[in-house]
């Protein structure tokens, strides 16, 4: 059984357009993530939520809006794609506590073009 | 703000040899410290954690130091293996509010010769 999932796989799509990416896990995790890694591996992190609210909240622009309908579940809502959006995008979830491993997702290659 | 830096960007190895990675930090110790290998097209997956009040965890052939006063920890993976060969991220915690927000290096690419 797959962890923690996403979809799509693979996104591309042009610029002004509106996507979204789905993530779930089955670990019965509190909390999940949402990462960016650019085209030179950077990891970096954009959101989390804990228990569908929201934690952190890294300098990302507001065209990106993540939306926990439960626990279980942390979407992607992108507005009005740029090329520069172009990335891999990772979710991810830990259980809650200081040190906590977290499960990475297989991640979505988002295209704009 | 908080600047992580792993060793070479690639490291090339014999098989069978140590592979030894280098996560060096600024500012701030981190309340502990994860390490991550991630494969092509896939996620990271977690390895070892070591917090700051710990100078060495082992897992089999791994082992990750820790030193607070160097504001560094090494990575090493004794009797390398072809199949060793990924990307390796060190990743930086913090407790309090943070929850569990990490903060990762660049990576170090590892490739191990047969």
């Known amino acids: 059984d797959t962890a923690v999932s996403q979809t799509p796989k693979y996104l591309v799509t042009q610029m002004g357009n509106d996507k979204s990416i789905k993530c779930e896990q089955n670990?019965?995790?509190?909390?999940m993530y949402w990462y960016k890694q650019d085209s030179k591996k950077f990891l970096k992190i954009m959101f989390s939520?804990?228990?569908?609210?929201?934690?952190i909240n890294e300098t990302v622009p507001n065209r990106f809006s993540p939306k926990s309908p439960d626990k279980a579940h942390l979407n992607l809502h992108i507005n009005s794609l740029e090329l520069g959006d172009s990335a891999v995008y990772f979710c991810a979830s830990s259980q809650e506590g200081t040190g906590s491993v977290q499960y990475f997702g297989p991640g979505t290659r988002l295209t704009v073009t | 703000s908080q600047k992580i830096e792993q060793n070479s960007e690639a490291l090339n190895i014999q098989e069978g040899k140590t592979a030894t990675l280098t996560c060096n930090y600024t500012n701030y110790s981190p309340a502990y410290l994860q390490w991550y290998r991630q494969d092509p097209g896939r996620g990271p997956v977690f390895l070892l954690l070591?917090?700051?009040?710990?100078k060495e965890k082992r897992k089999e052939r791994l082992k990750v130091t820790f030193d607070t006063t160097l504001k560094q920890s090494l990575f090493h993976i004794t009797a390398s293996q072809p199949a060793d060969s990924a990307t390796y991220l060190c990743a930086l915690g913090y407790g309090g509010t943070s929850y569990g927000k990490l903060t990762f290096g660049q990576g170090t690419i590892l490739t191990v010769h047969p």
């Open positions: 670990l019965g995790h509190d909390t």
């Open positions: 070591i917090r700051e009040n710990e």
């Open positions: 939520y804990n228990n569908k609210e929201l934690i």
